[in-house]
């Protein structure tokens, strides 16, 4: 069982460059999050999914876009990356109330 | 909408101090409350949580009561260890249909052996 996982780990992109990243889930939780941590800001939602073939905007989705094709995947896409997007890059799951985080991506775009 | 604001850090202790970082919340209604943790390196865990008023959480010696006439939901350890040090964050869930947490800024606390 293993949890949340997230890839990839690190990554560097260049203005305008898009990027996937991919959020994978093995406890068949139906609801499923992408957050960014930026210092002194705690964690922004950017887009959620209460199931599969379902997204919805969060607080900060601009520049973002997500697919959730399968239940245990949640997809989160830059089409064109910008300095501002640089930010570590948090996917949570859940069933109840609790939820369960990956690891965490840092992206920097340059 | 609702939000939650925590004491900025960072925190230092020394080990076996009283630790207590404070959190308040605002809502509409009643929000379940959380605090979750976050270890150099690490994704965030849940560390305690209540979902109605006077409710205490409570984990590996952390508490955190949920007081509706103050709106607040504060963090207390009796004594600190150095492999607590990380950061903490205060957290609430109000949206039933979405679950989303709304998240504190974080507090760091250092303890030094």
């Known amino acids: 069982n293993a949890g949340v996982t997230q890839t990839p780990k690190f990554r560097v992109l260049k203005t305008g460059q898009s990027m996937t990243l991919l959020c994978a889930q093995d406890?068949?939780?139906?609801?499923m999050y992408w957050y960014r941590q930026d210092p002194g800001m705690g964690l922004r939602l950017i887009h959620y999914?209460?199931?599969?073939?379902?997204?919805a905007k969060g607080e900060v989705p601009d520049g973002y876009n997500v697919s959730r094709l399968k239940k245990q995947n949640f997809l989160l896409g830059l089409e064109s990356a910008a300095p501002s997007q640089t930010s570590v890059y948090f996917c949570?799951?859940?069933?109840?109330?609790?939820?369960?985080f990956g690891p965490g991506t840092r992206l920097t775009v340059t | 909408g609702n939000s939650v604001t925590q004491m900025e850090g960072p925190v230092t202790l020394s080990e076996e101090a009283f630790l207590t970082i404070n959190c308040t919340y605002t809502?509409?209604?009643?929000?379940?409350l959380f605090w979750y943790v976050q270890y150099p390196g690490e994704g965030l865990q849940l560390l305690l949580k209540?979902?109605?008023?006077?409710d205490k959480g409570s984990n590996k010696g952390f508490e955190a009561t949920y007081r509706k006439e103050t709106t607040s939901f504060h963090l207390e350890k009796g004594s600190v260890q150095v492999s607590d040090s990380a950061v903490y964050f205060c957290a609430s869930i109000q949206d039933t249909g979405r679950r989303a947490l709304t998240f504190g800024s974080g507090t760091r606390l250092q303890v030094q052996p």
């Open positions: 406890m068949n939780h139906e609801y």
């Open positions: 209540a979902t109605k008023a006077d």
């Open positions: 809502a509409t209604g009643y929000p379940s």
């Open positions: 999914s209460v199931g599969e073939g379902t997204t």
């Open positions: 949570a799951s859940s069933y109840g109330l609790v939820k369960y």
